[in-house]
């Protein structure tokens, strides 16, 4: 009797898991890639030819050129995300609070125009002011008190 060799490819539910791992780790090895490449770019702290040096180093020598950029510089490429991330976070709460603030003390036109009606049904306007304060905030000139 001949002694037979099993390889993974022999049965199929190890093939595929085989094939899943390489993709999985070759999908990985484009998300690194474009996060140094993309790091190199952002970096302040590199000058134009050292930028240029690493670049080229990424791209003749793929795998060592990104592995020596992470064993080198990868705990400030982390410091750089997170500095640009809270940089980013605080230009969307400034945008918020600036926004919030434009719009404090006016009403939307429907709140106004309930009000002016209500005025209206009152009798403290008459029909023609009630008409020309819904065109001034119709027209969105109008103050917000009528």
Do not use: H
């Amino acid at each position: 009797m001949s002694a037979q060799t099993y390889l993974a490819y022999d049965f199929p539910l190890l093939s595929a898991f085989w094939t899943m791992l390489w993709f999985f780790l070759w999908i990985m090895w484009f998300v690194l890639l474009f996060r140094v490449v993309l790091d190199i770019f952002r970096d302040d702290d590199l000058g134009g030819w050292a930028k240029t040096g690493w670049l080229v180093f990424c791209i003749v020598l793929p795998f060592l050129g990104v592995f020596v950029y992470v064993v080198a510089r990868g705990k400030n490429m982390g410091r750089r995300e997170i500095s640009q991330a809270r940089a980013q976070q605080e230009a969307f709460d400034s945008y918020i609070r600036e926004t919030a603030k434009s719009g404090e003390g006016r009403g939307s036109s429907v709140d106004e125009l309930a009000r002016l009606s209500e005025i209206r049904a009152r009798g403290d306007i008459t029909d023609d002011e009630f008409r020309r304060a819904k065109e001034l905030v119709l027209s969105g000139s109008g103050p917000s008190e009528p």
